[in-house]
């Protein structure tokens, strides 16, 4: 049975950081593309990161130079480190796994940025 088990999220202020982590169990995560989406209320889910399996990595313009995508083949870990969290990161974070038709949503995390 495949699992995405994301977790680090919680309560930071603005300008805290945070370090996200996807831990995959069932499916051997260092070929799969891994992303982070992140769904605040009443809005639609929106990518934000991305690292392939050779470590390429992609940020959506909202996060470039604050978060960095990273992997541990060992761990069979994604993790997102977030800094310099401001209120509009508030969000549920979910991680996915992605390899031709396999396609694996975690639960997701949340994360709330408030003084």
């Known amino acids: 049975q495949v699992q995405l088990v994301e977790s680090g999220g919680g309560l930071v202020q603005p300008g805290g950081s945070l370090r996200l982590s996807c831990a995959a169990s069932?499916?051997?995560?260092?070929?799969?593309?891994v992303s982070w989406f992140r769904q605040a209320p009443g809005k639609q889910r929106d990518l934000v990161a991305t690292?392939?399996?050779?470590?390429?990595?992609n940020y959506a313009d909202s996060v470039k130079g604050r978060f960095t995508i990273s992997r541990d083949n060992a761990k069979n870990t994604v993790y997102l480190q977030m800094n310099s969290l401001k209120p509009e990161d508030t969000a549920v974070y979910y991680c996915?796994?992605?390899?031709?038709?396999?396609?694996?949503w975690g639960q997701g995390t949340q994360v709330t940025v408030s003084s």
């Open positions: 996915r796994g992605f390899l031709r038709q396999n396609n694996y």
């Open positions: 069932g499916i051997i995560f260092s070929i799969y593309t």
């Open positions: 690292i392939t399996s050779s470590g390429s990595t």
